[in-house]
C-alpha cells in the first residue's frame, strides 16, 4: 500500500466523515485500516535486512525486536561499507560507529564514535534498557558494551583499509560526503499489535574528521518514532538534517495530516528553502505511519529504499528533488 496523495486524501475524508458520525477519533479508524505488520529500509541493503526483520514480524513479534535483528544484518556484512564491520573510517583509518534505536513507548537509546563493537545498534538498545540514559560516546560507550559482554573485535578489514591507504595517498584531505558517499541503514517497523519501532546504524561519512558524529545517533535528526503517528529515518548528509531536525519535522508533519510521501517532501524542500548548498549532497527520508502507508523523498536521484509487507518484498527508487529517478 504505496502512500499517494490520492489514496491520503481519500483515507482523510473517510476517517472525519466516519470519525464526525461516530465521535471516533481519526487515529482509532486509523488502527482498523492497518497495514501490518510492515518493514521499511533505507537502501538495496535493507532487503536482506527486512528479510530478518519480517521473520519476526511475521510471527508476532515486536518491532522492537524486528528492527534491532534487521538491521544487524548489514552490521555484520563486511562488503556493506558504511554499516558496522567492513565501514569506511576516519581519516585516522579507525571505524567510528554511530546508531540509535527507539521503541513505541518514546523509549530511546544511542551510541556515538564507538570502536571496535560490531554491533552499534545492540549496545544502543542496552544503554536504552539498562540504563537512565539515552546515549553514549567514545570510551564510555566502548567500557558499557564490553560490561555488557560485547566483544571487542577489529572492524577495519583489509579493503577498507587498503581504500583509506589510498585516499590518504590522493590527498583528499577535504573529502564532503558527496551523492556517493552514504549507505547508512534506517529501519522503521509497524507489529502486527499496531506499534513503531526504528533503528539506524552507520560508520558515518567516509574519511570523516576523527570524532565526527553525524545525524544517524541522534534522536530526531537520523530517526525518530512517535508511536501515535509514525515513525520516520534518515540517510545523507548527516549535518543537514541535523541543522533541520529532519526526521522529527517528518514526523510532526504526518501528526499535522501529511502522508509519509508528502512529510518526506515537505522535509527535503525545508532543507532546500534554508539551507545553501543543499544541491551538493544527498539525503533521503523514509517514513511509515501507523496505518502502515509508508513514503520516501530525497534531495538527488539514486536513492532507493526496501519494503516488505504481506504483499511481498519490493525494492522502490525514492522521489527526488533534483531529477529524475534512475
Ligand atoms: C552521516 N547520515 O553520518 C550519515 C551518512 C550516511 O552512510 O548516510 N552514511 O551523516
Redesign the pocket.
Known sequence: MKATRRGFLKFSFLSSVVGALTGVSKSVVAANKRNKPIVVSTWEHGLAANAAAWKILNNQGRALDAVEKGVRVPEADPDVR??GLGGYPDSDGNVTL?ACIMDENMNCGAVAFLQDIKHPISVARKVMEETPHVMLVGSGAKKFALEQGFTSENLLTEQSKKDWSEWKKLGQQKKQ?NIEN???IGMLALDNAGNLSGACT????AFKLPGRV???PIIGA?LYVDNEVGAAT??????L?MKTVGCHLVVELMRQGASPQEACQKAVQRIATRLDNFAEFQVGFLALNKAGEYGAYCIQPGFNYAVRDTSGEHLFDGENLLGASK
Open positions: 558504511t554499516v554511530d560526503i552514504h549507505d547508512t552507520t560508520s558515518g561519512a553525524g545525524d544517524s537520523g534518515a540517510t545523507g548528509m548527516g549535518e538534517m
